[in-house]
């Protein structure tokens, strides 16, 4: 559990280990929802050859779930509380070192792309990771918003069908997500697409960003090609489009999603590792 808030709440962190011995820098996971936690990530481990590294953003998961009268929901709080779990992870070691710098990357699926934008581009002062991953996220939710209407219409508004087909295609559901939504697991004050309705990339926050960035997209996610535009005016950024999937697509094309996860990680590695 790493103390957040001036010590006042704690949000539960899992570190993974590969069984083999490896080099390789770990990855810093952040869940989407707002408010759904991290269980439905957790089949990245059986993908990538690294540590990787989780955690419930506070409200959710096995993380602190105080009242929005006893602590603030939004995403500059989620901010602060990232910087926070950063900055305990490089004093516990989990982050290493590595000529003098932390040496690690970060990852966000959807929401969690979100947060991990804004606590880039937020001005704290944070040990920046070496490369972004953008897994299935908006540039901005109001054109999501747009686009999740058109395709709900299109489906005469039936809520399973829309699931089945632009949120997650496998059948039966991947246990991870539903260990995600099990009762009493996602969050209960600060959850869902709506309370960050109005929410896009600052286009200063866009060009101030100069790190490689992976983009990834499913090729039936709801999340469209149309709001993700913004994330093509990043300095550095690939996209990366999964055939056959939606919104989860680790879940649903584990095998090519992690292949292209793993190879976009070594790649911005030092020179030792990439040449192994």
């Not at 490896?22 to 059986?46: M, N, Q």
């Not at 901005?140 to 999740?148: A, G, K, M, N």
Request: net charge negative.
């Amino acid at each position: 559990m790493l103390p957040v808030r001036g010590g006042t709440c704690r949000l539960w962190a899992g570190h993974h280990l590969p069984a083999a011995a490896t080099e390789s820098w770990p990855l810093l996971v952040c869940h989407g929802g707002p408010g759904v936690p991290s269980d439905y990530l957790f089949p990245l481990v059986g993908q990538l050859r690294r540590p990787v590294i989780f955690f419930d953003q506070l409200g959710c998961g096995r993380s602190d779930r105080p009242t929005p009268d006893v602590q603030k929901y939004s995403i500059a709080a989620s901010v602060q509380d990232l910087t926070d779990v950063i900055d305990a992870l490089v004093a516990q070691g989990l982050i290493p070192m590595r000529e003098g710098q932390p040496a690690y990357h970060l990852y966000g699926q959807s929401f969690g792309g979100i947060l991990a934008f804004e606590t880039l581009t937020s001005g704290h002062r944070l040990p920046i990771p070496r490369s972004l991953t953008l897994s299935n996220v908006p540039s901005s939710v109001p054109l999501l918003l747009e686009d999740v209407a058109a395709l709900l219409a299109d489906l005469d508004g039936d809520a399973a069908r829309f699931d089945a087909t632009h949120v997650c295609r496998t059948t039966p559901r991947p246990a991870a997500l539903q260990a995600a939504y099990a009762p009493g697991h996602p969050g209960d004050h600060w959850r869902g697409v709506d309370v960050i309705a109005d929410w896009c990339a600052p286009e200063c926050s866009l060009g101030s960003l100069t790190l490689p960035v992976l983009v990834i997209a499913g090729e039936h996610d709801f999340v469209s090609l149309r709001s993700m535009e913004g994330w093509q005016q990043l300095a550095q950024q690939r996209l990366v489009v999964i055939p056959g999937a939606a919104h989860h697509a680790l879940l649903e094309s584990p095998e090519a999603y992690g292949a292209c996860l793993e190879g976009f990680l070594r790649e911005h590695e030092d020179p030792m590792i990439n040449a192994v």
